[in-house]
């Protein structure tokens, strides 16, 4: 969830990566053009940068592994979860919310995390910073002549917004 957060993805792009998609010495996930919803027809792989806060949320989440391949497999089958896996978070999420006196999150769903993200990212950096993070496509002149990744753009900005969440995350943390 906590990468979600942060990185904005598609929850497919987590449930079809794998392992060796992380690069953690270049600090780059990839991911690759058949994982995401653009790569189709750009055939273009996603660049993301790890942040070093990342990596230990990265290397946990990885031995979890039930194949050794994939980042997350399901449990029971030892295979890829399904996409469905993910709707039941937010019910699970308010449940968490209500039994810590909380106020449960109406009407919510994962993808909403994107748009959470790129709503706040835009005080870090520019637009189309902004829609690369998203892996949304460039417009179609922009796209075919820029070619820089832009990771150090996005790095600044998952920097930023890494340290936004925890501000707010503080409030839910246990003291110390």
């Given at each position: 969830m906590w990468l979600a957060a942060v990185w904005g993805f598609r929850m497919s792009e987590l449930r079809l990566a794998k392992i060796?998609?992380?690069d953690m010495e270049?600090?780059?996930w990839t991911v690759p053009p058949e994982n995401h919803k653009n790569g189709r027809k750009t055939k273009r792989a996603l660049k993301r940068p790890i942040l070093e806060e990342m990596v230990p949320l990265i290397t946990e989440l990885a031995t979890f592994s039930d194949d050794g391949i994939h980042l997350y497999t399901a449990e029971r089958t030892r295979t890829v979860a399904v996409g469905?896996?993910?709707g039941a978070w937010p019910r699970r999420i308010n449940l968490w919310?209500?039994?810590?006196?909380?106020v449960p999150i109406a009407h919510w769903t994962?993808?909403?995390l994107r748009t959470t993200l790129r709503t706040n990212i835009a005080r870090f950096t520019p637009p189309h910073v902004c829609e690369i993070m998203l892996g949304h496509n460039l417009p179609l002149i922009w796209?075919?002549?820029d070619q820089y990744d832009y990771l150090k753009e996005q790095t600044e900005a998952y920097q930023a917004w890494w340290e936004e969440l925890?501000?707010?995350g503080k409030r839910?943390?246990?003291?110390?």
């Open positions: 060796s998609d992380f270049k600090r780059v469905f896996f993910w919310l209500e039994k810590h006196g909380e994962l993808h909403d796209r075919t002549y925890q501000r707010i839910y943390l246990p003291p110390g």
